[in-house]
């Protein structure tokens, strides 16, 4: 009896999995079929948004529609079959490649494809008698290149819509000549800034846009936030873009994501071991150690972080995340994720500095995997529509004097799309009062943003040195027995509230040229209060820094605060 009860338990599990499965398989049909599948955050009230549903049907009416055979749960299938069935037959991309000399003395191979030229010795020719003709950049993934299949699927479709695409080949991927003892460095954003000048000079008046995907959406975010206004690019789509480097990292070490960890790092290795003679010299990389690598934060570990002076994996990881700048993004930037990334996590989307900034259009599909998006029972890829769509039409709708680059619309008609102008209070506006602090400045209403300017220069110190600094103030500017604990914590808070509060009154004096009351930066340079000792410059600088940052963090909460109150009023 005991038996026969075991197998009847067994017979009903596998009946309830199997009827499970059927079920799930009829629900991923039917949702292909007719479902829209995509989600899109964007402000409806900002005028260069307001054409979006009628001519991105990809994005609103048509929608995603994911291959129905697919099994539901991490996007795992449409990551790897993305890079085996993507387009019947391959699309055949005719490259001319032009290599350019970096100010560091390296190289970057670009690869042009150009619409209407099929003969690559035409490309050459052809490149400087297009003046005007449309251009897009595209910037690859890790270890990827121009003749990456999501790559040349992309400039296929451009090609065919009348865009010029130029592949900016990372150093040492595409098979490109590496000169200098440095990779490429997802916090580095000279080389995109150096190429960009370069196209816009070759083509002052011609539309520019530029595609990122997966680490080359995240250095292109990264470089728009840097550039702000002054960015030569009309639009921009980012595509599958990790934003926080840290949680990427981590969904890379979960168990079901080892295909990919394991083969990154073989890719990584081999890039090195070609060039590995270049690093034979250096002081703190000991190339076997980077040879016996065997995954992604290893590899960063032993080269990246030690090539580029960080302290730690995580502080480089940080430094590089570009969900930080996409609040001081300029110019129309998509950015497509999919629901199901094993590698760009749903955590790590940075919805609500998206939601503050109206230039930004975030779109989520159900399902499409890691730069997979593949629909129909065909598998062909989906991702490449809506781009050229949103592309397409910002150059149809931006006047033809932002063609050239900068923000779409000026500053009275940003504050006149948004309700309240409370989203405005978040990121920059495009003139705004500079501290006297290099690397940073303030917003109208004394927020610390990055300056592009003095960014393009010196990469920000990392945290663990910036902060490191003002905790060592602490401890020595209040000497025990001095305070009690809470005439401590009160003094503080008041004086805080003091410097936010000078910060901001000075920030807006700041434009009529009236003298400021003393700043956050002024107080550092005056030295310390009363009773703090002698302290080192680069102490006070330290926390001068650290307040500056808490300021910032303080105003965005504060506005999203009111933001939410109103809402909650108009609800009741």
């Not at 940080?318 to 993004?329: I, L, N, T």
């Not at 927020?447 to 020595?476: I, N």
């Not at 500017?477 to 936010?500: C, D, K, N």
């Not at 504060?558 to 809402?567: D, F, G, K, N, V």
Request: charged residues 20%; aromatic residues 8%.
């Amino acid at each position: 009896m005991n038996e026969c009860g075991t197998w009847t338990a067994l017979s009903c599990l596998c009946s309830w999995t199997l009827w499970s499965a059927a079920l799930l398989a009829l629900f991923r049909i039917v949702r292909a079929a007719i479902g829209k599948n995509v989600t899109v955050h964007y402000n409806e009230s900002f005028p260069l948004y307001q054409w979006l549903p009628r001519e991105c049907p990809s994005l609103f009416s048509s929608g995603y529609h994911p291959t129905p055979w697919l099994p539901l749960g991490p996007g795992h299938l449409q990551t790897v079959l993305a890079n085996v069935f993507d387009s019947h037959p391959e699309p055949a991309v005719p490259y001319y490649r032009e290599v350019l000399q970096t100010p560091d003395g390296g190289k970057l191979a670009l690869d042009w494809c150009l619409a209407g030229v099929s003969n690559v010795r035409d490309v050459s020719r052809q490149i400087r008698q297009r003046p005007n003709h449309s251009i897009c950049l595209i910037l690859h993934g890790l270890t990827g290149g121009s003749r990456a299949r999501y790559v040349r699927s992309i400039v296929d479709k451009m090609v065919r819509n009348s865009f010029d695409c130029v592949v900016l080949n990372a150093r040492g991927c595409g098979q490109s000549e590496v000169v200098t003892p440095r990779l490429f460095c997802a916090a580095e954003t000279a080389d995109v800034r150096f190429v960009a000048a370069h196209l816009r000079a070759r083509r002052p008046t011609a539309p520019m846009t530029a595609v990122g995907i997966s680490l080359g959406a995240n250095i292109l975010v990264k470089w728009l936030g840097e550039e702000g206004d002054r960015a030569p690019v009309c639009a921009a789509a980012s595509l599958a873009n990790p934003f926080d480097m840290v949680e990427s990292s981590r969904a890379l070490c979960r168990w079901d994501c080892w295909l990919y960890r394991t083969q990154l790092g073989a890719s990584l290795r081999k890039l090195f071991y070609r060039h590995r003679s270049l690093f034979a010299n250096h002081e703190q990389v000991d190339i076997d150690a980077v040879v016996r690598t065997t995954a992604v934060r290893d590899f960063d570990e032993q080269l990246t972080r030690r090539v580029f002076g960080y302290h730690t994996v995580d502080d480089y990881y940080r430094d590089a995340s570009s969900a930080k700048y996409v609040p001081f993004v300029r110019v129309p930037l998509l950015c497509l994720q999919a629901d199901d990334d094993p590698i760009s996590v749903m955590d790590a989307i940075p919805f609500d500095e998206a939601s503050l900034n109206p230039y930004v259009v975030l779109a989520v599909t159900n399902g499409g995997g890691h730069v997979g998006w593949l629909e129909g029972w065909r598998m062909r890829s989906w991702v490449k529509s809506p781009v050229q769509q949103f592309f397409a039409s910002c150059i149809a709708h931006l006047p033809e004097s932002r063609l050239q680059g900068g923000h779409g619309v000026s500053k009275e008609a940003l504050e006149h799309s948004l309700v309240d102008g409370t989203a405005c209070r978040s990121f920059v506006p495009p003139e705004v009062p500079r501290t006297s602090t290099p690397g940073v400045r303030l917003s109208s209403t004394g927020a610390l943003v990055p300056d592009a300017e003095t960014a393009r220069g010196a990469r920000p110190r990392p945290l663990a040195e910036r902060y490191r600094g003002s905790l060592e103030l602490v401890h020595r500017s209040e000497p025990s027995g001095q305070r009690s604990e809470g005439e401590s914590e009160e003094h503080s808070h008041e004086s805080l509230t003091q410097i936010l509060a000078d910060e901001t009154a000075a920030s807006r004096r700041g434009v009529s040229g009236e003298a400021p009351h003393a700043t956050v930066a002024s107080v550092a340079a005056e030295g310390p209060e009363e009773g703090a000792g002698d302290l080192p410059a680069e102490d006070s600088v330290a926390l001068s820094e650290a307040l500056r940052d808490l300021q910032g963090v303080i105003l965005q909460s504060r506005a999203r605060m009111e933001q939410l109150e109103r809402t909650i009023v108009s609800e009741q």
